[in-house]
């Protein structure tokens, strides 16, 4: 059963806009500020998920409950795992809108309305996960389909399993992006005992990534 999140708040962390924005110092602190109020009456954050049954099939394969998929990363994120939430987030159509009006007066605060809009859909995530944390779960990392070996091709299955477009009005096109464009899709491991999760960032493999964190 298709399942909704919609918090009615999302706890902003503008250290975090920074890093996505790549600000080294606080030239563009006041700039960024003064973009906050127009660019956060934007968003709406909408969560859709459910609850699969996972099976491990070995030889590097694992069975989601609505998709076969081979990735040793996904293996080794669900090996305690013997179900798994699905789920997809957006934070709106009219957040890109906003970012194409600012980006076509400012190239600059287009930038920084774009680095507050990854914010604000990770944060959407972040809460989410708390939600079901406070609903009893415990939860491994969360896992997208394109990082490390997991094929972009889930994509298709995730959108299949979810009926994003008329869950949450979240499409996607043929060369697998997705409408909106900050959005989010990922596959968490329900376990049951307790597993500290490792910051995302330095559990990710992708390490020359742009927007890492530092340790």
């Not at 962390?13 to 700039?31: F, G, I, N």
């Not at 995530?125 to 969360?142: N, V």
Request: net charge negative.
């Amino acid at each position: 059963m298709i399942r909704h999140f919609e918090p009615s708040d999302l706890p902003l962390c503008m250290q975090e806009v920074r890093r996505y924005a790549q600000l080294k110092d606080d030239t563009l602190t006041d700039r960024l500020t003064a973009l906050l109020p127009d660019a956060l009456a934007q968003v709406h954050g909408r969560v859709c998920y459910d609850l699969f049954p996972v099976q491990p099939l070995g030889s590097g394969q694992i069975d989601l409950g609505f998709s076969v998929v081979s990735s040793q990363s996904l293996c080794h994120l669900l090996r305690h795992a013997s179900r798994c939430v699905v789920f997809a987030a957006t934070i709106g159509l009219a957040y890109d809108r906003h970012i194409a009006r600012i980006s076509g007066l400012s190239r600059a605060d287009g930038w920084l309305v774009h680095a507050l809009g990854t914010e604000r859909v990770e944060s959407l995530c972040d809460a989410f996960e708390y939600y079901l944390k406070e609903e009893g779960y415990h939860l491994t990392r969360r896992f997208s389909p394109g990082y490390g070996d997991v094929p972009l091709e889930l994509q298709r299955d995730v959108f299949r399993a979810l009926d994003c477009p008329r869950q949450i009005g979240l499409t996607l096109t043929d060369s697998l992006l997705m409408s909106p464009s900050k959005s989010v899709t990922a596959i968490i491991g329900l376990t049951e005992t307790y597993e500290p999760v490792t910051d995302r960032c330095t559990a990710c493999p992708q390490v020359s990534c742009a927007f890492r964190s530092q340790p």
